[in-house]
T-cell receptor, first 113, second 115 residues
Framework: SAVISQKPSRDICQRGTSLTIQCQVD?????MFWYRQQPGQSLTLIAT?????????ESGFVIDKFPISRPNLTFSTLTVSNMSPEDSSIYLC??????????FGPGTRLLVL | QKEVEQDPGPLSVPEGAIVSLNCTYS??????FMWYRQYSRKGPELLMY????GNKEDGRFTAQVDKSSKYISLFIRDSQPSDSATYLC???????????????FGQGTILTVHP
């Protein structure tokens, strides 16, 4: 299984600012994913990040709001831009483990004031 | 209608009980089924993964899939207080292209096992 770390683990931000979340995997993986989990809710996929290509965004999520980078096979970043209180959530990074499964990082807890 | 439906609970059982967690789905393209456990303030942890109808056992955990009924279950035997967590079912299809690898999650069931 892949071991995934995220930075920061939590942050409190002012509205209108941006935060970049880093995700590091301990092995090379082809696919990385970014999810949002609002309090007491399930996981919603934001986008899929493949190395060497543009991220693929799910309905309701746009690149201007959530730009993603995937510079190599072990690292990705998600930026939450021009934040509002509605962006307060847990942001989770995952990576494919073998062909069929995904492993998750511990999450970044974001509070926007 | 959501593609994956999961009873959110909460579910409270005494230690040693058998727990049954269930999900139904509507998308017949789903072929791979997973159960994740999520402790408070942690990321989801993969518990079980299966892709065929029938049962798969791992220690105290049994994953059951019935593709004809579009129904999956996770059974926990001899439940322990350390099993108290949110359990999420997740599934994916064989789709390629931009949908490759995409997981669809249930809402999660909050389980509490009390001593």
């Amino acid at each position: 299984s892949a071991v995934i770390s995220q930075k920061p683990s939590r942050d409190i931000c002012q509205r209108g600012t941006s935060l970049t979340i880093q995700c590091q995997v301990d092995s090379q993986v082809t696919m990385m994913f970014w999810y949002r989990q609002q309090p007491g809710q399930s996981l919603t996929l934001i986008a899929t990040a493949n190395q060497g290509s543009e991220a693929t965004y799910e309905s309701g999520f746009v690149i201007d709001k959530f730009p993603i980078s995937r510079p190599n096979l072990t690292f990705s970043t998600l930026t939450v831009s021009n934040m509002s209180p509605e962006d307060s959530s847990i942001y989770l990074c995952s990576a494919n483990g073998g062909a069929e499964t995904q492993y998750f990082g511990p999450g970044t807890r974001l509070l926007v004031l | 209608q959501k593609e994956v439906e999961q009873d959110p609970g909460p579910l409270s059982v005494p230690e040693g009980a058998i727990v049954s967690l269930n999900c139904t789905y509507s998308n017949s393209a789903f072929q791979y089924f997973m159960w994740y456990r999520q402790y408070s303030r942690k990321g989801p942890e993969l518990l079980m993964y299966t892709y065929s109808s029938g049962n798969k056992e791992d220690g105290r955990f049994t994953a059951q899939v019935d593709k004809s009924s579009k129904y999956i279950s996770l059974f926990i035997r001899d439940s322990q207080p350390s099993d108290s967590a949110t359990y999420l079912c997740a599934m994916r299809s064989n789709a390629g292209g931009t949908s490759y690898g995409k997981l669809t999650f249930g809402q999660g069931t909050i389980l509490t096992v009390h001593p």
